[in-house]
């Protein structure tokens, strides 16, 4: 493989100075993944890397994963696996309409072949059923699930907690927050921080039913060890996965006009929207440092 040089440890780690935040004496401060790379963009790489690795070691030359129609995870997969020299296909939740939205175009820009998959069909995507039948069209594939959302993944994730970087005397209370939606992120930090500090994960769609056992069941899986505390952040999801609502939408405008950080509505944005609305509710203490993973999904510009 090809080497790819991105490491968490050189994101920027920004500090947030806004009103609200100095009320409550409240430190904030943005870890920008975002910034690491134009394409492969925040987590993304840190879940990609050990399964690209994996894929290598075993002799496989093609990536297969799925995703809708504006997947972070399959554009950044298509960048991934062109920079190591590895053919890379993605399966689209739909039609693979044209002309192409600036995420499939960049992603197919990148090499990556793009094969619709019905509705219908895409809804299996996790079942035993529908990754065998995609090995048995393509056999030679290594086939990636959904979003990353491997231990592998997990495993990878763990470097983002290696950048971290605590400013305020370590008697304040820590929290790290993110936007979470197949909890691979999540498992990752937990297990690579301390009950010193929480982790606490914004849930940016409906329904909560599998994702705390995924993570646990991940979290079991790994060495023992200490694990920082977590929870998942509920109520925050503004109707669904990518649902947004004028609340959302005028926090996220007045963010980033006050601080210069882009957000965007389906990850980041409910993350933050959630970080504050919850500092007025009381839900965080006063006098708590706060890291943000800013986990990218800024869409790329056509223009
Ligand atoms: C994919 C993605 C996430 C979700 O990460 P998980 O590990 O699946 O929870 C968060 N933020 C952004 C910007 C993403 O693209």
């Known amino acids: 493989m090809r080497q790819i040089k991105l490491s968490a440890t050189s994101a920027p780690l920004q500090a947030v100075h806004d009103a609200v935040l100095d009320a409550h004496g409240i430190r904030l401060n943005v870890l920008r993944l975002d910034l690491l790379h134009p394409f492969i963009s925040g987590n993304k790489w840190f879940k990609l890397r050990p399964v690209l690795e994996r894929a290598q070691t075993l002799g496989q030359r ?48 990148f090499g990556m072949t793009l094969v619709p998959v019905s509705r219908t069909d895409y809804r299996e995507h996790h079942t035993q059923a529908f990754r065998q039948a995609v090995q048995e069209r393509w056999p030679q594939a290594h086939v990636i699930p959904e979003g990353g959302a491997t231990l592998d993944g997990v495993l990878g ?23 979470t939606a197949t909890g691979t992120t999540l498992a990752g930090l937990v297990s690579a921080l301390d009950e010193s500090v929480r982790v606490e994960a914004t849930l940016v769609l ?15 899986q790994l060495p023992p060890g200490p694990r920082a505390e977590w929870q998942i952040v509920q109520g925050w999801h503004a109707g669904g996965y990518a649902r947004r609502c004028p609340e959302l939408d005028a926090f996220i405008t007045g963010f980033v006009a006050r601080t210069g950080i882009p957000l965007e509505p389906v990850y980041t944005g409910k993350m933050m929207w959630s970080l504050y609305g919850r500092i007025a509710n009381g839900e965080i203490p006063p006098d708590s440092e706060v890291i943000a993973i800013h986990t990218g999904g800024i869409a790329p510009r056509t223009t």
């Open 206 to 220: 409906k329904g909560e039913d599998r994702l705390s056992a995924q993570v646990q069941h991940w979290l079991a």
């Open 62 to 109: 093609t990536l297969i994963s799925v995703g809708g129609a504006w997947s972070n995870h399959l554009l950044a997969l298509a960048a991934a696996g062109q920079q190591a020299g590895l053919t890379t296909i993605g399966l689209v939740r739909g039609e693979v309409l044209r002309p192409l939205n600036p995420v499939l175009a960049a992603a197919e820009a």
């Open 157 to 179: 994730c763990q470097e983002i907690a290696h950048a971290l970087r605590w400013t305020a005397p370590a008697k304040s209370p820590r929290r790290v927050i993110l936007a």
